[in-house]
């Protein structure tokens, strides 16, 4: 794939460097394999991971496990409604989407889907803790700061490019309803900062995260740069000779100023691409339009202004793994009652959402293959539970009402998935080596649809992620003196099936 | 983070398979090793092997099967089962026989690696050889070590009257073959002591007036008028205990009351230097203001048992007072030191309103573990006692004269802020011995006889020779080979990184978080300037704010401007929408009637006249648009209008606010321009004051709404956490954190490099500069940036670069990028 086309061996090697020196230094956490034979060898299978987040609780019965449709007319029973759209033929006769996925239907023949992902048991379900378990494995709260995924595999990994961040995270505001849940888990946590997420809330903004300061030409910042050396080697510090804090801030600070003027920097950068790409993956765009980061976000209007933002942001997620970006995670955005987060009108709004994502997701596995790169990047597309009409969380396991279902719906406003629901959900994996066609997990066609057949733990799930990475799950981190293993308890177990 | 359940389970079974043993059987003795061929030194051969593969288990107090091989005589009377060793027949000894795993349900150790064949054939050799047994080894539990109080001698030597640390130190030195060097200059220590004590760069003036200073114990009379600056010493510890305490102004948790602050508490401790040993009581015996510690952070929905409110409270306190880990021994007894699950949950039961069952790995045990503090050395709790009882003898044990833990573990962690590492490492982990045990001893006492004054204990710190050696390069240093030779290179902390840039810049940021009763201190920032006018709600009809026709009015305001402020953010609500122009452009809008809207007008506004003109609408129910100009009848509903500007040009202010200077018309057709027909336009008449109904305004809503926007004096301690903060490592207080990273990673320098906040602070502090200094040369402009960032003239060479920078005149661009490339030095960032 990626053969260090863009970027040198010597660049890898001077970033390496650094980040040991520092890593070193700080007493960053190192390695522990406890009780376990040294590094096992895994072959990896994929270089790269895009999580696509379907943050809120995408319904599994609406999109990629439908059941039965009932279609809407006042006075239909609740019980009775399984599936609010009916369910459309996949390019793999065993697979049915639910409607309004028909792009992504015809590349489930390049993917692996499990329908049984359940999320943990964590008592009361809520948005923010669950997220927190799908992206540390842990469920909150911890006595250390327990690292995001796609920080433990940049620590792992570290970047495949060094002018690339290895952990990107693309959509997500944080100063939204909940933000500070949502930070307690968007951190690399005891691994230390240098393997934390590099936020692009806004994709149609990137470029302007690796270029100068707003304003600034490229030469001003070059001159910058060149008197920063200057005065730094007048600077009568140098005197002092060499220390760890003096030698990694002026590495960070060159490695920073190589990122913002590095080639690959370019990849950020949206505007590059032709309209007529990008209308492939936002098929409404209109150029100029801009998702204007000053105008009111939140209101009736938010998501009217947002539609094309998570297709922009599965554009740039294209981009960045073809520079080498070794982690990538693209959310619709978590707001709580807003995208997926459907407590009343679920079925128009998920028809929204549908338009939201199907373009894109599909437009996306189709160019990563055309450019060669699906076999070693792997798409996982998920959501931290599941939706039902009628049951809150597991069956028999009902909590305190959090919307009115009427045992009559009248109105079209009560048709939809509107309580939270853990037995069952679906998780869409593409590339990386995995299967291709094949579907894992079996769930009732009735009510409760919940899982029948090959349960998937959050654990399994990214041990199945690690493995595509050659990544064991039994890895651990030391943090005060006791080993943090990647997956709980170093227990995670790939799902043998997902692989070829 | 914690072993698996099933190896833990098969620990607990294979204590009871250890009742019943079985025998070496013939078959099996001929595959034992045979014993090593030499005599065996316990000491060097046999001694490690138990430490490595028994004592965890069978030693330092645990007695899983009831085994314990502290000494030669509990480890000959064995356990359980009977003799561990029979003297002279390892083939018939038990110890040989569990070694070797004959019976696989039974092999020790349990955990790690089994013995190999070769330790097996010592362990054979040292038993037939009559298992002799070093005097003075024992695996017995150790007594902690740092608990008690402990006064110490002092060295013997010549320096008598030398400073009391110095004379620890010069004894160190001498032992250790140390010559001493050098103190530093007194720009340096300044440097160092302002940062040490408030936080704070030294501001040039004051900076020189010290270098000039010719009295002897001036360095001393430093120290003393820093910590008496009561305001920025307490706004810089802020960020130590807030580190600390879990203390923060936003965070998770507060979004349903799982969370409490402390703030108001923490600040008026600081300010006032509540003695330690109260203000440690109040913590763990609190008072409604400070029991956000013990409360803890809660998360809705189940959480695991190691994590519920009464077992983070065990923690932390364990932790931040007694540096004592007990997150563990919460789950499980620990594999890493002493503690066992029993003292975690004796500790949380204090805590807890009813009996608080033990809870290993996630399965419930049936037991309750009797309440007692970690260390029943310092005392006993009365668990019969009432909750209230039991706090308050809890914080009576911990605070006593004699717990010498909690003075050590303070005073260590004062010694790893001023000088880069502690006397004991980690700070958290005070079981550790000390490298300097009486240096650490004399300053826990001195500590507690001066009544637990924490400045005088940093008053004695900072005025040794010891912290005023030169500092030396921080490297790797492996634990077991660290020899002080003085203070080690530090960084900056976030909040000392921004506050020094807000004093190169005079940028700093606009509302405290929280609402504390700031004056200015003595030294360097001040606190936020208000804004300085009261508007008022205006339209066009006095009784609006009860019902208004639906319909447009425009409001207009004139001013005039004798200089270009560096600052002109405006403030503005309107019942419903409105568009805001200035000077005939527009500037923005809004249709949210419960919002404020914050806007940046500086670019439109010119010197000399100016006016502000605004499209007012009041919307018919519905929220439905009335016609231009059209008033209609029966549709009336509240309508309003409020302003507030905020423009400064240093210190010249002009702020205004709406009120019945303003003017309104229904005319739409020169509402926007420069000259209106006089006629038309009427004074606007004023509703009330900010808090009227149905509005219900805050009277502080102007500085809320800027505090996103604006800039101000007030530290970074005081806020939270911006982007800037965040990348340099002010952690977000999910957990105690007692010494952050501080090494630069790539993404923080990222920040610092194209980060919109420091660009943003550098941009408006170019400005506010430049205007300040109307007409300074450059090269004025450089000596300052250099006395303000580095405390020094720039060497001609520097001031050479400097000035090619700023260009000549200097310009905003230049002057930006020179306070850039001073707050990237690393003799701006690190402390030497």
């Known amino acids: 794939m990626k053969t260090n086309s863009q970027w040198s061996r010597r660049d890898f090697l001077k970033t390496a460097s650094a980040a040991t020196l520092s890593a070193l230094a700080a007493g960053y956490p190192r390695v522990v394999f406890a009780n376990e034979p040294a590094a096992e060898k895994l072959k990896a299978t994929a270089d790269t991971v895009i999580v696509l987040w379907m943050g809120g609780g995408m319904a599994h019965t609406e999109t990629f496990d439908p059941k039965r449709y009932t279609p809407f007319e006042p006075g239909i029973a609740s019980e009775k409604v399984l599936s609010t759209f009916p369910s459309i033929d996949t390019a793999v006769d065993t697979i049915k989407f639910s409607k309004g996925l028909e792009k992504l239907a015809r590349v489930m023949d390049r993917g692996a889907l499990i329908r049984t992902y359940t999320a943990g048991d964590l008592g009361f379900i809520l948005h923010s803790r669950h997220q927190y378990h799908w992206h540390t494995g842990y469920a909150p709260p911890q006595t250390v700061a327990a690292p995001h995924l796609g920080a433990v595999i940049a620590r792992t990994l570290g970047p495949l490019n060094p002018a690339v961040p290895a952990f990107i995270n693309v959509g997500q505001r944080f100063d939204v309803g909940e933000g500070e849940e949502l930070k307690a888990f968007t951190t690399a946590g005891f691994l230390g900062s240098e393997y934390g997420p590099f936020n692009i809330p806004f994709p149609d903004e990137a470029a302007g995260t690796v270029q100068p300061p707003g304003g600034m030409t490229p030469g001003r910042f070059e001159d910058r740069n060149k008197f920063y050396k200057k005065l730094l080697a007048a600077s009568p510090v140098g005197e002092h000779g060499s220390d760890y804090q003096k030698e990694s801030l002026i590495r960070s600070l060159d490695n920073a100023h190589r990122l913002l003027s ?45 539609v094309g933002r998570f297709g922009l942001g599965c554009l740039l997620a294209r981009r960045l793994a073809e520079v080498g970006a070794r982690y990538i995670e693209v959310t619709t955005e978590y707001i709580p009652f807003f995208n997926w987060d459907t407590h009343e009108n679920g079925h128009t709004r998920l028809a929204a959402m549908k338009v939201q994502i199907d373009s894109p997701i599909a437009q996306l596995v189709l160019d990563l293959e055309e450019r060669g790169l699906l076999n070693r990047t792997l798409i996982v597309l998920a959501s931290e539970f599941s939706r039902d009409l009628m049951m809150e969380g597991k069956p028999d396991n009902l909590v305190k009402n959090q919307v009115e279902v009427p045992d009559v719906i009248q109105e079209l406003k009560h048709y939809g998935m509107h309580r939270h629901f853990t037995d069952a959900g679906c998780v869409l994996l593409f590339g990386g080596g995995l299967k291709k066609g094949y579907l894992h997990g079996v769930t009732a066609d009735e009510r409760p649809c919940k899982t029948l057949k090959d349960r998937v733990i959050i654990e399994d799930l990214h041990a199945s992620i690690f493995h595509a990475l050659g990544i064991s799950p039994k890895l651990a981190y030391e943090i005060e003196k006791r080993p943090f293993y990647v997956t709980r308890d170093g227990e995670g177990k790939p799902i043998p099936a997902l692989f070829g | 983070m914690k072993p698996t359940l099933t190896r833990l389970i098969t620990a607990f079974v294979s204590v009871v398979a250890l009742l019943t043993r079985a025998g070496i059987t013939p078959e099996q003795v001929k595959n034992l090793p045979p014993p090593a061929s030499h005599p065996v030194n316990f000491t060097k051969e046999i001694k490690p092997i138990f430490e490595a593969s028994c004592i965890k288990c069978h030693g330092r107090g645990r007695d899983n099967g009831d085994f314990q091989i502290d000494s030669r005589e509990t480890l000959l009377k064995g356990g359980g089962s009977g003799p561990a060793i029979i003297v002279g027949k390892s083939a018939e000894s038990y110890l040989i026989e569990l070694v070797m795993g004959f019976d696989p349900d039974n092999v020790m150790p349990q955990k790690g690696t089994k013995l190999t064949r070769e330790q097996i054939g010592l362990l054979r050799a040292w038993i037939d050889q009559g298992a002799q047994w070093d ?81 002897k114990d001036k360095r001393a009379q430093l120290v ?187 005073v260590n962690r004062l010694w790893q802020e001023f000088f880069g590492r502690g006397l004991v490492e980690p700070v958290d982990e005070m079981e550790n011995p000390a490298w300097n045990v009486d240096l650490l001893d004399w300053l826990a006492e001195d500590f507690a006889d001066h009544g637990y004054d924490a400045k005088h204990t940093i008053e004695v710190m900072l005025t040794s020779r010891a912290y005023q050696l030169p500092a030396v390069a921080a490297t790797e240093q492996t634990e077991k080979s660290f020899v002080f030779q003085g203070p080690v290179v530090r960084r900056m902390s976030a909040e000392q990184f921004r506050d020094a840039v807000t004093a190169v810049t005079g940028i700093g940021y606009a509302t405290p978080a929280a609402d504390l009763p700031l004056e200015g201190g003595k030294t360097g920032a001040k606190p936020a300037r208000g804004t300085v006018v009261s508007p008022k709600w205006i339209w066009n009809d006095a009784d609006a ?91 009336e509903n509240p309508a ?88 340099l490592g002010r952690p977000n207080r999910e957990q105690v954190v007692t010494v952050r990273a501080s090494a630069a990673t790539t993404l923080q320098t990222l920040e610092l490099t194209n980060g919109e906040e420091l660009a943003r602070i550098l941009g408006r502090g170019a400005e506010k500069i430049l205007a300040e200094q109307n007409g300074a040369s450059s090269s004025d402009l450089a000596k300052e940036l250099y006395h303000k960032a580095l405390g020094r003239n720039p060497t001609s060479g520097e001031l050479s670069t400097a000035r090619e920078i700023l260009g000549q005149p200097a310009k905003k661009a230049g002057m930006e990028d020179l306070m850039w490339a001073l707050a990237m030095l690393p003799e701006f960032q690190l402390i030497y």
Request: hydrophobic content about 40%; some cysteine.
């Open chain 2, 224 to 410: 003393q008028r820093l910590l008496a600056d009561n305001e920025n010493y307490a706004i810089h510890w802020m960020t130590f205990w807030n580190d600390m305490l879990r203390n923060d102004y936003r965070g998770t948790g507060y979004i349903d009351g799982g969370r409490k602050q402390i703030t108001q508490w923490l600040y008026a401790a600081l300010e006032k230097n509540q003695p330690y040993d109260q203000f440690v009581a109040e913590l763990i015996d609190p008072k409604p203001e400070s029991e956000g510690f013990t409360k803890g952070i809660v998360w809705r929905g189940v959480v695991n048992a190691s994590q519920t409110p009464q077992m983070q409270a065990a923690q932390h306190i364990s932790q931040v007072f007694m540096g004592v880990n007990l997150k563990c021994a919460s789950c499980h007894d620990s594999f890493i030191n002493d503690w066992t699950l029993a003292d975690a949950y004796g500790l949380a039961g204090i805590y807890s309103d009813g009996p608080l069952e033990m809870v290993l790995c996630d399965k419930p045990t049936g037991k309750n573990a009797p309440l007692r503090f970690i260390y029943p050395q310092l005392g006993e709790i009365d668990p019969q006692a009432d909750k209230p009882a039991r706090l308050k003898k809890l914080a009576q044990l911990v605070t006593q004269r004699q717990d010498g833990r909690l003075t050590r573990t303070f």
């Open chain 2, 545 to 635: 704010a009860n019902k208004a026709k639906a319909g447009t009015v425009y409001l207009r305001k004139e001013f005039t401007l004798t200089e270009l402020p560096t600052e002109a953010a405006v403030v503005l609500r309107c019942d419903n929408t409105f568009q805001l122009q200035v000077n005939g452009q527009r500037v923005g809008e809004g249709d949210v009637h419960t919002r404020s809207y914050v806007f940046d007008i500086r670019p439109r506004l010119k010197k000399g006249q100016n006016f502000i003109a605004v499209k007012a609408v009041n919307r018919l129910p519905g929220d439905v648009d009335p016609k231009e100009g059209e008033a209609v009848p029966g549709t």
């Open chain 2, 135 to 215: 005097a003075g080894v024992t695996f017995a539990k150790v007594e902690p070590i740092n608990l008690k109080a402990r006064r110490p001698e002092f060295p013997p030597g010549r320096n008598q009257n030398a400073h009391p640390i110095d004379r620890f130190v010069d004894a160190y030195f001498a032992a250790h073959k140390i010559k001493l060097p050098k103190a530093v200059d007194d720009r340096a220590f300044a440097r160092r002591v302002y940062l040490d004590v408030i936080g704070l760069l030294p501001p040039p003036e004051e900076l020189e007036k010290f270098v000039a200073d010719k009295s």
């Open chain 1, 262 to 306: 590095s080639p690959a920097a370019k990849a950020f950068d949206l505007s590059l691409e032709p309209l007529e790409t990008i209308r492939k993956y936002v098929p409404s765009y209109q150029p100029g339009r801009r998702f204007d980061a000053a105008q009111d976000r939140f209101g009736a209007k938010y998501e009217e202004q947002m």
């Open chain 2, 640 to 727: 309003g209008f409020i302003f507030v500007a905020r423009l400064r040009a240093g210190t010249n202010v002009m702020d205004f606010g709406s009120d019945s200077s303003w003017t309104w018309s229904h005319e739409s057709a020169d509402w926007n321009k420069p000259q209106v027909s006089a006629e038309k336009w009427k004074n606007a008449a004023v509703l009330g004051d900010v808090t009227i109904s149905p509005w219900n305004v805050r009277a502080n809503f102007t500085q809320q709404a800027l505090a996103k926007t604006g800039y101000g004096e007030v530290r970074a301690a005081l806020v939270a956490a911006d982007s800037l903060q965040t990348a």
